[in-house]
């Protein structure tokens, strides 16, 4: 077999909060970039961002049949995000983002680009992922030996994923 090419994770995602998309199959440049939206890639923790997806199975069973078959059930997408906390820091007020942008109940869109390094401006043609979000509460977690103080938060998906959309130039 040959061998297949791969993309590196470190350094090739970017995560943001978008206040609102109007389109979540067709999201704009210019709502990706409008003022409010927080880049907070550099926030989260290296396992900072864990999203999940569960699938329940229809039971099919038959008459005629001594298997049980399945057909594709019910989606349920989950998402924890862990992020540093700079509370009562000296940079507090510049560096803290994740956590003064996440305030619980607070409603976002979050962008996830993969496979791009995360310095590359984000462009019309790019593929992301789009999740509605309703942050949870804001829980700190215990701190550790050679550590950083850091957060974890549930967020609420509040609708339907739009998984690998292209960005469009369109204004």
Known sequence: MAELPSTPADGNVLVKLIPAVADMDAPKLTELNAAGATDISCYLTSDGYTPGVDQAGVPDERLCSTQIFEQPG????????????????????????????????????????????????????????????????????????????KISQKQFVTGPVARSVKISATV
């Open 74 to 149: 019910r989606v349920t997408n989950s998402l924890n995000l862990t992020y540093i906390d700079n509370t009562n820091a000296p940079n507090e007020l510049t560096d803290n983002m994740a956590k003064t942008t996440l305030i619980s109940d607070s409603t976002h869109v979050l962008l996830v680009r993969r496979g791009v390094p995360y310095e590359d401006a984000l462009a019309a043609g790019q593929t992301v992922t789009l999740w509605p979000i309703k942050a949870g509460i804001q829980h700190e977690l215990p701190p550790e030996a050679n550590s950083v103080l």
